[in-house]
C-alpha cells in the first residue's frame, strides 16, 4: 500500500530502501534514500529524489491503454490518443497522484513514501546477518539527508544500538548543526564534492560551497571521511580542479576518493516526471581519461577508485 | 594450460540438443546432436548376440555373460593424446543406444529428420534386426505390457508428472575398490560360494547364479583393461615418436596391473576408476553418476608428489583429460527425456570437498588442481559440487569462485549444515552422512552403500494446483484424472486451496509411486546388475543382486518436484485477490484462467502485483513455507517397495520449462505453458524485486529439514566475483551457509552477452551457461530455453 502524506512529522520521506546495496560504503549494505534536496545540480542522476514531496513518475512502457487514469484525472490532464498514446499535460498536474492508485500497471507510480522509523528499521534488520558477514550495515543517501536531519539521527542512533555500521552519505549543505547532531551516531561520511571553485559551484548546483566545505573541515575532525566527485566533462575534470582536490583529499585525511563518472542516468527520469534535462551534449569521460585523473590523485598520495 | 587449448579442440560435444519440446520452428532444422556424432550399434549388437545365446539362463547371469560379450569384443582405440584409456563405442564421434530399455525410440529417432544422420542404410537396416530381438524383450516392451488398468492411465505422460524411466544412480565403494583391486574381490565371491556350498540357505540357487555372475563380470572387467594393455603394447611397438611410445607403454603397463590389482600411481588410480566409471554405463544406461575426486584420488597424488614420481602440472593434465572422458560419455535418450534434458551429454558430477566420517575436512591438492582443471577445460562436463561446511578452506572457496566467475555454472555450493542434518533424519548414520556426495543435480549419495534409487520421476505441482481447482477435472475433455475435491466455489480461505491441492498431491504421488513401484519389481527381475551390485557394500557378503534389498533409508526414492514457486505464487495470489481484496470470485478467476487471461489482462495484472515469494516478505514467504512443508509431508506418505517414504528433490533439470508446457494458466499470473521458475527454491523469474540477500532470507524460511535437498540458482554479473567485491561475495556466500540453505549455484554472464550469443551462435560456440542442475552449451538450447534463461533476474545491484 502507498503511503500518503500525512501530518504526523515523525515520518520520513523515503523514496527507495536498496537492499544488497555494495558501492555506498563497506560491504553489503542497505541504502534509505531520503528524498528532497536544496541543490540542483545539472547532472543530477536521481532527479526524483530533489523534490521535498511525493511526485509522479510515468513509465510509459508499461501502460496498456485501459483509459482509467484518463477518467480519474480530476484536472483533465491526461489524454489518450491511438496515435500517440497516453499524454500527460505536465502544466495542468498537480501531483495529487490520484491517477497512480487507479493504475494497475504499474505505469503511473508515485516516488515517495512517508515512512515511519520503525519501517525502515524493520527493512533494514532484515539483512543485519549479511551486514555482520561482509562488514556492512546501512547507508542514509539522498536527495539530502540531513534535510530531515532529525527523522535521520533516530534511524541511525537506533541502528547503532544494535551495532550496525552506519553511514552518512551527504552533500555537505546542511546547517553545522545539524549536521553535528547526525554524526554523533555515524561511523562513517561519504562526503560528496562537486566544484572547489564557489562560482562555479553555484552555476552548475545553484548553492555556493562555502557551507558545504565548512562542513567538510569540522566532520574531518569528528569522522573519517570518504570523499565522492561526480566527474563531469568540461565542469570539474581538468587535471588542475583534480589536483586540488587530490590535495584537499590529503589535508583532510579521507579514506579515498571515489571519482564518479557522468552518465546521462536522470535523463530518462527527469522525462519520467515531466522534468527538462538541464544538460545537454556533455560527454561521457573517456576510461583514458578517468586513469589518468585517478593516477593523479593516487600521486598525491589518496587512494582512488573509479565507479564506487 | 597448452594442453587443456589443445584438447578444448579434438573432444567431440556428445550432448543432445533440445528440440524435441518448447522448440522454434528454426531449433528443428539444427538437428539432435551435432552433425558429427554418430549412433554406434556395437554394444546393441553384441548385447544381441550374447542374449541369442542364453535364453533360459538366469537372467543375472544373462546380463552378466551379455556385458562381458561386449567388453570382450567391442572395437578399442588409443588417441594419439591420450594417456588414460577406455571408451563406450569403437569410434571418437559415437554416441550408443541402450537397446535393452528400449527399441522403439531409437528407430523412429534414426527414422526421423532429426535422427537420420545417427546411421547409414546398411547400419539403419542392421538395427531392424536387432530391434526384431528385442520387440517384447526391452525394459518399455515389458512395461507396456505390464501396464494394465490403473497403471496404464497413469504411467503415460499427461503433463502431471514425467515418470522416468533408466536413471538409476548410486556411487561405488572406491575406497575399498582401490585399496583391494578386483582380484581380491573376485577371491571374496569364490570364499562366500564355497561358503554357501557348505550352509546350502534356502535361497542357495539364487545366491549362486548372482555370484557366478558377479565373477563373470568382474573378469570382464580385467580382460576389457588387457586388451587395451595388449592393444597399446603393440602400438608402441611401431610408434617412431618417442614421446609417443612413452605413453603408450606407460598405458600398458598400467592396463596390465589395474583393475585387477590396487593402484600404486596416481594415474593408475585415476584408470581405474574411469573403467568402473565406464562399465557401470556400458552394464546400465544411466545419468548423472561420479565420485567424490579429491577425497578418494587426492592420497595417490599426495603420495606420488611424496615421492617424486609427479609434478602438480602432470596431475592438472591427467585431471584434463580425464574431462575429456566425461565429456565425451554419450548416449541417446528417448525424446520424451531428451526435452527435459536439453543441453545433456550424461549428467556426471563429481563431488569436492566436506569431510570424512569424523568430520575433518578433506580437502587436498587435488581440490585444487580439480577446479584449476574446470576453469581451463570449461566443458558442460564433469559438473563439480562443492562441499561447503564451517571449516572449508577460504583458499577453497575463493578458488572455487573464480572458477564461478568464468560463467561455466560450477562448482555448485552444497551446505553441509542443512544437508547432513537432513541426512541423519533419513536415517543414515552420522558417519556415513558426514561422507555423503552428490550425483546428478543435487541427488544424495552415500558412497559404496546400496543406494540404487532411480529417480521416481518430475512430478509438476503447478499442475496438482490447476487440478485442485478443477475438482481433478479436465474441463477441456472432462476426464476424470485427478481427485475429486471439493468444489473451490465452496473454498473459504487459501486454506482450502492449499487442502485441496495437497489432495490432489497425494493422489497423483501415489498413483506415481505405483507405476515405479511395480515398475522396480519388472526391473528386479528383468534388469539385475550385476557388476553394480560387485561394486557397492553388502550385495556379495548377502549374496543379493542390489535390487533384492537396499540401504536402510528414506535417501533412495525421491520425486523431482517442479513448479514449487508457482503453486505458492498463485495461492499467495488467490489469498489477495480473492480473499482479502475481494476483487474477483474464485469460480471467475478460474474461468478466466481457463480462457488464458484472454481480455481480462486487467486482473492478471492484478495477480502479478500480489506478493511473490523471493522478496522476504512474509505475506508470500509463509504460504511458500507452507507449501513446501506439507508438500513434502503429503508425500513421505506415500512407500516405496521396501516400505521407506517418498519424497521431493531439487533436481528439476531443465524440466521447469519443458513440463511447464502441459500447465494451462495459474493464478500467479502465468501463461498458458509458460515457463516455472527455474529451482525448487528460485523466485518466479522477473519477480524478485528486492535483490539476492532478499531471495536467501526468503529461501531460509524454507526449512530443510521438513522438506528435502533443494536446488537454488542466481544470476550474477561478473564484476560481483572479482577485485574488490570478491571478498563481498565470499561474504555473501558464509551467510548462505549460515542460513542453512542446502544448495546454490551461480549463472554467471551478463545479459548483453546472452542476446549477442542468441543472435551470433558462431561467436559463442563454447558460451556455457547454468540451466538448472547442469551446465549447457548456449547454443545448442532451444530458442525458448535461451529466452528463458535470459529473462531470469539478473541480482541487480546498486
Excluded at chain 1, 500497471?105 to 555482520?132: A, H
Excluded at chain 1, 573519517?224 to 589536483?243: A, Y
Excluded at chain 2, 547364479?209 to 568382474?218: D, G, K, M, P, R
Aim: contains cysteine.
Amino acid at each position: 500500500m502507498r503511503k500518503r502524506k500525512s501530518k504526523n512529522t515523525k515520518k520520513g520521506l523515503v523514496f527507495n530502501v536498496q537492499r544488497f546495496s555494495i558501492h555506498d560504503g563497506p560491504g553489503i549494505r542497505t541504502t534509505v534514500f531520503m528524498k528532497g534536496c536544496p541543490m540542483k545540480c545539472l547532472w543530477c542522476s536521481n532527479p526524483e529524489s530533489q523534490d521535498f514531496f511525493q511526485n509522479l513518475i510515468v513509465r510509459n512502457l508499461n501502460c496498456k491503454g485501459c483509459g482509467a487514469c484518463v477518467s480519474v484525472c480530476p484536472q483533465g490532464a491526461i489524454k489518450m490518443s491511438d496515435r500517440k498514446g497516453r499524454q500527460i499535460d505536465w502544466g495542468k498536474c498537480n501531483q495529487c497522484l490520484i491517477c497512480a492508485d487507479v493504475c494497475i500497471y504499474n505505469s503511473l507510480n508515485v516516488c515517495g513514501m512517508y515512512v515511519d522509523i520503525k519501517d525502515v528499521l524493520d527493512e533494514v534488520m532484515r539483512d543485519m546477518d549479511f551486514y555482520k558477514n561482509s562488514g556492512g550495515g546501512v547507508t542514509i543517501s539522498g536527495g539530502e539527508a540531513l534535510l530531515q536531519a532529525e527523522f535521520v539521527a533516530a534511524v541511525i542512533a537506533a541502528c547503532k544500538k544494535m551495532e550496525i555500521h552506519t553511514v552518512l552519505d551527504t552533500t555537505g549543505y546542511a546547517p553545522w548543526a545539524k549536521m553535528k547532531a547526525v554524526l554523533k551516531f555515524v561511523d562513517l561520511v561519504l562526503f560528496d564534492l562537486k566544484h572547489l571553485d564557489c562560482v562555479q559551484h553555484r552555476k552548475a548546483t545553484s548553492v555556493g560551497n562555502e557551507l558545504i566545505l565548512e562542513n567538510m573541515n569540522r566532520t574531518a575532525k569528528e569522522r573519517r571521511i570518504w570523499l565522492r566527485m561526480p566527474v563531469i566533462s568540461g565542469f570539474n575534470d581538468s587535471e588542475q580542479d583534480i589536483q586540488k582536490i587530490a590535495i584537499l583529499g590529503k589535508s583532510l585525511n579521507v579514506i579515498k576518493i571515489s571519482l564518479l563518472p557522468y552518465h546521462e542516468g536522470g535523463k530518462t527520469k527527469c522525462e519520467q516526471m515531466g522534468k527538462v534535462y538541464p544538460l545537454r551534449r556533455v560527454k561521457v569521460p573517456t576510461d583514458e581519461h578517468m586513469q589518468r585523473l585517478k593516477e593523479l590523485i593516487e600521486g598525491e598520495g589518496v587512494i582512488c577508485t573509479i565507479g564506487s | 594450460m597448452q594442453l587443456a587449448e589443445n584438447l578444448r579442440n579434438k573432444f567431440v560435444s556428445k550432448a543432445v540438443r533440445n528440440v524435441q519440446r518448447g522448440y522454434m520452428d528454426d531449433d528443428k532444422s539444427r538437428g539432435l546432436f551435432r552433425p558429427e556424432v554418430k549412433l554406434d550399434l556395437q554394444r546393441s549388437r553384441l548385447m544381441t548376440e550374447s542374449f541369442r545365446e542364453t535364453d533360459g539362463q538366469a537372467m543375472v547371469l544373462r546380463r552378466a555373460k551379455a556385458l562381458a560379450h561386449v567388453l570382450d569384443n567391442m572395437g578399442i582405440f588409443i588417441r594419439e593424446w591420450e594417456r588414460l584409456v577406455g571408451y563406450q563405442t569403437a569410434d571418437p564421434n559415437g554416441i550408443y543406444h541402450p537397446i535393452d530399455m528400449n527399441w522403439k525410440s531409437v528407430l523412429r529417432l534414426v527414422k526421423s529428420d532429426a535422427g537420420k544422420a545417427l546411421l547409414n542404410d546398411a547400419e539403419r537396416k542392421e538395427l531392424d534386426g536387432i530391434c526384431a530381438y528385442w520387440k517384447g524383450k526391452s525394459m518399455s516392451d515389458r512395461q507396456q505390457e505390464m501396464f494394465t488398468g490403473d497403471l496404464g492411465k497413469y504411467w503415460q505422460y499427461e503433463g502431471t508428472y514425467l515418470w522416468t524411466h533408466w536413471s538409476e544412480l548410486g556411487i561405488p565403494d572406491y575406497e575399498t575398490l582401490l585399496r583391494e583391486g578386483l582380484n581380491a574381490r573376485i577371491k571374496k565371491v569364490e570364499e562366500r560360494l564355497e561358503e554357501i556350498d557348505r550352509t546350502i540357505p534356502l535361497d542357495y540357487i539364487e545366491q549362486k547364479e548372482f555370484l557366478q555372475s558377479v565373477i563373470i563380470v568382474l573378469k570382464a572387467v580385467i580382460n576389457f583393461s588387457n586388451r587395451y594393455a595388449i592393444l597399446a603394447e603393440e602400438m608402441a611397438r611401431s610408434e617412431k615418436d618417442p614421446e609417443r611410445k612413452k605413453r603408450l607403454e606407460e598405458i600398458a603397463r598400467t592396463c596390465a596391473w589395474i583393475p585387477a590389482n590396487p593402484p600404486r600411481t596416481f594415474l593408475e588410480a585415476m584408470q581405474f576408476f574411469y573403467f568402473i566409471h565406464l562399465v557401470r554405463y556400458l552394464e546400465y544406461s544411466t545419468l548423472g553418476i561420479g565420485i567424490r575426486l579429491d577425497y578418494i584420488l587426492g592420497p595417490y597424488y599426495e603420495k606420488d608428489l611424496k615421492e617424486g614420481r609427479i609434478s602438480r602440472d602432470e596431475a592438472l593434465e591427467i585431471l584434463q583429460l580425464l574431462w575429456v572422458k566425461f565429456l565425451e560419455l554419450g548416449l541417446v535418450y528417448s525424446p520424451l527425456v531428451t526435452s527435459v534434458y536439453g543441453g545433456v551429454a550424461s549428467l556426471q558430477a563429481i563431488t569436492l570437498g566436506g569431510t570424512d566420517k569424523l568430520g575433518r575436512d578433506v580437502t587436498n591438492d587435488l581440490t585444487y588442481i580439480a577446479l584449476e582443471a574446470a576453469k581451463t577445460m570449461r566443458t558442460i562436463e564433469p559438473s563439480i559440487a562443492l562441499r561447503i561446511h564451517k571449516d572449508t578452506p577460504d583458499d577453497v572457496l575463493s578458488a572455487a569462485v573464480d572458477v564461478i566467475r568464468t560463467g561455466i555454472g560450477y562448482p555448485s555450493l552444497f551446505n553441509d549444515d542443512a544437508i547432513i542434518p537432513l541426512l541423519i533424519k533419513w536415517n543414515v548414520p552420522l558417519e556415513e552422512a558426514k561422507g555423503y556426495a552428490v550425483s546428478g543435480c543435487v541427488y544424495m549419495e552415500i558412497p559404496g552403500k546400496n543406494v540404487t534409487r532411480r529417480a521416481v520421476g518430475y512430478f509438476v505441482l503447478a499442475k496438482c494446483l490447476w487440478w485442485a481447482l478443477h475438482q481433478g477435472m479436465n474441463p477441456k475433455t472432462g476426464e476424470q484424472r485427478g481427485a475429486r475435491t471439493p468444489n473451490p466455489a465452496t473454498f473459504k480461505s487459501w486454506e482450502d486451496v492449499l487442502d485441496a491441492y495437497l489432495e490432489q498431491v497425494r493422489f497423483f504421488t501415489t498413483k506415481l509411486s505405483q507405476v515405479e513401484n511395480t515398475c522396480r519389481d519388472l526391473y528386479a527381475k528383468y534388469c539385475p546388475k550385476p557388476f553394480y551390485s560387485a561394486i557397492v557394500e553388502g550385495c556379495i557378503e548377502r549374496g543379493k543382486e542390489c535390487k533384492q534389498w537396499i540401504y536402510p533409508s528414506m535417501v533412495h526414492d525421491f520425486i523431482m518436484v517442479i513448479g514449487s514457486t508457482n503453486v505458492a505464487d498463485s495461492i499467495t495470489a488467490i489469498k489477495k485477490v480473492v480473499f482479502d481484496d475481494k476483487r474477483v470470485p474464485l469460480p471467475e478467476l478460474i474461468d478466466i484462467m481457463n480462457k488464458n487471461w484472454e481480455g481480462r489482462d486487467d486482473l492478471r495484472q492484478i495477480c502479478l502485483n500480489a506478493p511473490k515469494y523471493g522478496n522476504d516478505d512474509d505475506y508470500a514467504d509463509i504460504i511458500a513455507r507452507e507449501v513446501h512443508h506439507r508438500t513434502e509431508a503429503v508425500m513421505e506418505t506415500v512407500k516405496d517397495r521396501f516400505g521407506y517414504s517418498m519424497r521431493g528433490d531439487g533436481s528439476a533439470v531443465s524440466a521447469t520449462y519443458g513440463l511447464a508446457i502441459d500447465t494451462p494458466a495459474t493464478p500467479d499470473g502465468r501463461f498458458d505453458g509458460g515457463p516455472f521458475a527455474d529451482s525448487t527454491l528460485a523466485p518466479q523469474p522477473g519477480m524478485d524485486k528486492k535483490g539476492p540477500t532478499a531471495v536467501l532470507n526468503s529461501c531460509a524460511k524454507i526449512d530443510t529439514l521438513q522438506t528435502y535437498n533443494h536446488l537454488l540458482k542466481q544470476k550474477f554479473m561478473p564484476q560481483y566475483l572479482e577485485g574488490d567485491m570478491k571478498p563481498v561475495f565470499l561474504s555473501y556466500l558464509k551467510t548462505w551457509r549460515e542460513k542453512k540453505i542446502p544448495h546454490i549455484q551461480f549463472n554467471v554472464v551478463d545479459k548483453k552477452t546472452l542476446i549477442e550469443a542468441q543472435n551470433y551462435p558462431e561467436k559463442y560456440r563454447d558460451l556455457i551457461v547454468r540451466v538448472a542442475g547442469f551446465s549447457a552449451y548456449f547454443a545448442d538450447l532451444s530458442k525458448g530455453l535461451q529466452d528463458h534463461i535470459i529473462a531470469r533476474t539478473e541480482q541487480q545491484l546498486s
